[in-house]
T-cell receptor, first 114, second 112 residues
């Protein structure tokens, strides 16, 4: 079974620029998650999709972050404009629908803001 | 607001020893408690999980102990090995929607 794929692995941009991350979940997984992991901290959920609908985006800074999941498969997360505090690893995870389903994580995109 | 508090921040154990990591939660609606293991440059990987209707779950060298009344749970790694050196995260969620909240992590180092 192929795992969660993310790209790019690394990205360096200057503040106020925009950036986008891409995620391809495990085949058949209806639920997709984006997390932000700041160095030395645990992952923080940004947004959760069920198929192509948003289940929870309460922790997404909507003034600068946006995400979409077209056709209920791949997803993109965008930051525009980026701030210094956005420097982090952005993790994508997916799971099957239902109770106690384990979340499978990709290896993330490490974003550095100069 | 930190909903899951994890300790210690770092832990050094000798090979063959027992590693113990503790977590406490606030939200009594949480009903699913997984532990994740993360190696540098990799995403977290599920290690073991427990639901609050049991007090203990064991898988190989890994055991979760759960105290519902105290709202605490812990991970015990028996016979710790250098290959166990990683960062461990506890987490909690309301299982029906899988909205996960993570602890801050414990960096475990197992010395040969």
């Amino acid at each position: 079974e192929a795992g969660v794929a993310q790209s790019p692995r690394y990205k360096i941009i200057e503040k106020r620029q925009s950036v986008a991350f891409w995620c391809n979940p495990i085949s058949g997984h209806a639920t997709l998650y984006w997390y932000q992991q700041i160095l030395g901290q645990g992952p923080k959920l940004l947004i959760q999709f069920q198929n192509n609908g948003v289940v929870d985006d309460s922790q997404l800074p909507k003034d600068r972050f946006s995400a979409e999941r077209l056709k209920g498969v791949d997803s993109t997360l965008k930051i525009q404009p980026a701030k210094l505090e956005d420097s982090a690893v952005y993790l994508c995870a997916s799971s099957s629908t239902g109770r106690d389903q384990p979340q499978h994580f990709g290896d993330g995109t490490r974003l550095s803001i100069l | 607001q930190q909903q899951v508090k994890q300790s210690p921040q770092s832990l050094i154990v000798q090979k063959g020893g027992i590693s113990i990591i503790n977590c406490a939660y606030e939200n009594t609606a949480f009903d699913y408690f997984p532990w994740y293991q993360q190696f540098p440059g990799k995403g977290p990987a599920l290690l073991i999980a427990i639901r609050p209707d049991v007090s203990e779950k064991k898988e190989g060298r890994f055991t979760i102990s759960f105290n519902k009344s105290a709202k605490q749970f812990s991970l015990h790694i028996m016979d710790s090995q250098p290959g166990d050196s990683a960062t461990y995260f506890c987490a909690a969620s309301v299982a029906i929607n899988n909205d996960m909240r993570f602890g801050a992590g414990t960096r475990l180092t197992v010395k040969p």
